[in-house]
């Protein structure tokens, strides 16, 4: 018998910062790239769109003008305010599913909107596939410019595989499992189309496959990526059994992202990256 399934917005505030940047710390790190093509102005006010910690927010604060960072979690908001708030920089509490209801964002004042590693969180429901960049177009000044990077076709697709096993073996049919999942990890041809029916002109779209190599760290690694970035998922089979369905992931993973020869860890990221003009 399934578990009383639970609905996605049950699965609560659980992006913890500390276990942020003990078991996914290359997120904010590893998109060099993007930042590169943003290349902040003093004059540039910057919308960072599932800011989380601000720790990626921080590579671009001291060369813009101004930037806001919007996320839906309240423990991430908080640790981005501690760390990086000033008078150049402020965080906000936003659910950006709905941040096409934000008029105080939304107001067409923004030179630059930049996003990483978040979009695919926010654009899991089909109605906000259709609402988010609209809503990134609007907020844009004219001719402003949309920084995006985020999981594409493929994105960690072992891990992704083996939680809607894990689901399966707790009782979930397929399509619930479908259901509880909580990304959406589209092709560069749908984004391309997406962007463009916003009202977009795409200067640049391009996709990385990047392997990337999971901490070491006691309470990383494998188990704490599971555990953090996979919560949805695992938070919905009962609590008393969630630590073996962490187990029973990291299990079957095990031996497709261990490398023999040092038994490092490795995850297959695929990265959508591109700049979109608002025309
Ligand atoms: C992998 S983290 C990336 C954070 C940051 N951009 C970075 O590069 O380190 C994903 C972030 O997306 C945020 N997020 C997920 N769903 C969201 C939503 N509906 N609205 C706003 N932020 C969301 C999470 O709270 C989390 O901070």
Excluded at 66 to 80: C, E, K, Y
Excluded at 175 to 182: L, W
Excluded at 220 to 233: C, E, Q, R, S, T
């Amino acid at each position: 018998m399934a578990p009383t399934a639970i609905k996605p917005s049950d699965a609560g505030d659980f992006w913890s910062p500390k276990a942020y940047s003990t078991s996914a710390p290359f997120v904010a790190t590893s998109s060099p790239t993007l930042v590169k093509l943003l290349q902040a102005h003093k004059s540039d006010k910057i919308l960072d769109v599932g800011c989380g910690d601000g720790e990626f927010t921080s590579n671009f604060i001291d060369s813009a003008g101004f930037v806001l960072g919007v996320d839906a979690s309240p423990q991430m908001i908080s640790a981005a305010q501690d760390r990086f708030g000033s008078k150049k920089a402020e965080f906000s509490v936003v659910d950006c599913r709905y941040l096409d209801k934000e008029s105080s964002i939304v107001n067409g004042s923004w030179d630059k909107v930049i996003t990483n590693s978040a979009l695919h969180w926010i654009m899991r429901d089909e109605d906000t596939r259709e609402s988010t960049f609209p809503a990134i177009h609007s907020a844009l000044k004219p001719h402003g410019r949309f920084y995006f990077e985020f999981g594409g076709h493929g994105h960690v697709s072992e891990a992704f595989t083996a939680l809607m096993y894990m689901l399966v073996q707790h009782g979930y049919s397929m399509e619930e499992a479908r259901k509880i999942n909580r990304w959406f990890f589209p092709s560069k041809e749908w984004t391309q189309k997406a962007l463009e029916r916003a009202g977009f002109e795409v200067e640049l779209i391009e996709v990385e496959y990047r392997p990337t190599k999971l901490t070491a760290a006691e309470d990383g690694g494998l188990a704490g990526w599971i555990k953090l970035l996979g919560a949805p998922m695992i938070n919905a089979v009962p609590a008393e059994k969630r630590e073996n369905a962490v187990k029973q992931v990291c299990e079957v993973l095990e031996p497709v992202v261990t490398k023999g020869e040092d038994g490092s860890q490795w995850l297959g990221y695929v990265r959508l990256r591109g700049i979109a003009k608002k025309i």
